[in-house]
């Protein structure tokens, strides 16, 4: 399976979530649109309303759960990797943990 990198599914995600939100500021600006107005006609116009933007939503909130998962066992995958890599070789793990140190060190004392 072709992994994609943790900031491919962000991005993923972000558009997923931004299509969602779309979709709710549609339903909001129709109920306040039906509140404007009166009668069975506006309660009948915003359910098919409500109707429509759900059948629009209800995949976009599939594709982030989805999404999640995906994101979930990239995650795993990347840790199982990292942790395999130390196992390999603790040496240099320990090296290049010590050199991140020291940089972040002397980054924080300037």
């Known amino acids: 399976m072709a992994s ?3 900031s ?9 979530y931004a299509a969602l939100k779309e979709h709710i ?16 006609e506006v309660l009948k116009a915003l359910s098919e309303r409500a109707r429509d933007i759900l059948s629009r939503a209800t ?15 990239a995650a795993t995958e990347g840790r199982e990797h990292l942790e395999d890599s130390i ?3 603790p040496l240099l793990a320990v090296g290049i943990a010590a050199a991140v140190g020291f940089l972040l060190a002397s980054l924080r004392r300037r």
């Not at 995949?59 to 066992?73: H, I, N, S």
Request: negative net charge; without cysteine; proline residues 4%.
């Open 8 to 16: 491919d599914t962000s991005r993923y995600l972000s558009a997923e």
């Open 87 to 89: 196992r390999k070789q």
């Open 25 to 40: 500021e549609q339903l909001a600006a129709a109920m306040e649109q039906a509140a404007k107005t009166e009668g069975t």
């Open 4 to 6: 994609s990198s943790p």
């Open 59 to 73: 995949p976009l909130v599939d594709e982030l759960a989805k999404g999640a998962d995906k994101a979930k066992f």
